[in-house]
């Protein structure tokens, strides 16, 4: 079991908050419009999850707190930010169980992802209170009435606890796995140094995936602090590791990192 490592939600101030912030807006923003982030799959862990601590009552108190003022983007609420957390670190140990194949994971590791999933959380919830706070007055600036302002933020928290949710969750999966196999990546790496990058070779490949398919470099290359996968939301590349190979020049390469996050 994680240990919820912080107390309160969002960060108000101070320009750690405000990037992390600032980070929200721009995943919020762009990434999640493409067609893959949105796959209509059937509810995952994540949001099962996320349901079981968070009921239609919470919801309810959270729609009405923030009408009424109770809650803000100054005090954020409590319940859906460790209701996100909670399905985030699910995520979080089933990518650590799925990588015990590559051996047991470094402990300072895994709390270093429990307090990501944590502080992300914590952005995402100061977001949802964003755009939630933002319906409370019509284009006219009128406070709607509750009930304009409750069918106003269904589509919003719908979003939030559902769709993005499910990619966010696949994710935390996906990162978990592979921050635990770079744990021995970097074990082994006197006798594999090399790492291939490696996508599924479907139909569902992005472009800017596709173009890294088959590159070779060696395990202390730069070029995997920004390109190693996942990539990206509901990314499902990956590296093998190699005993030799020919290292790829990517110097004339061309990929879009459009997608591809810092």
Known sequence: EVKEPMKEPAPNGGAGAKKLQNRVNDIYSTVHVCEICNDKDDINEGEQTFYNNFSERDLEDLIQGIYYGL?????????IYR?????????????TEIALEFGLPDPLMLEALADNTWHFSAAKTWQLTKDMQAQLFD?????????????AVSGIVEEYNSAWLRTEYNLAV?????ASHWTNIEKDKKTLPFLMYKTVGDGRVRAEHKALDN???KVDDKFWNQYCPPNGWNCRCTVIQLTDGEITNTDKLV???DQVPE
């Open 71 to 79: 809650f803000s983007t100054n005090k954020p609420p409590v319940s």
């Open 83 to 95: 209701a996100y957390g909670t399905a985030l670190n699910k995520g979080v140990a089933k990518g």
């Open 139 to 151: 284009e006219f600036g009128n406070k709607r009435e509750f009930a304009a302002f409750k069918k």
């Open 174 to 178: 996906s990162g978990s796995q592979m």
């Open 215 to 217: 590159v070779i470099k």
């Open 255 to 257: 990929i879009s990192t």
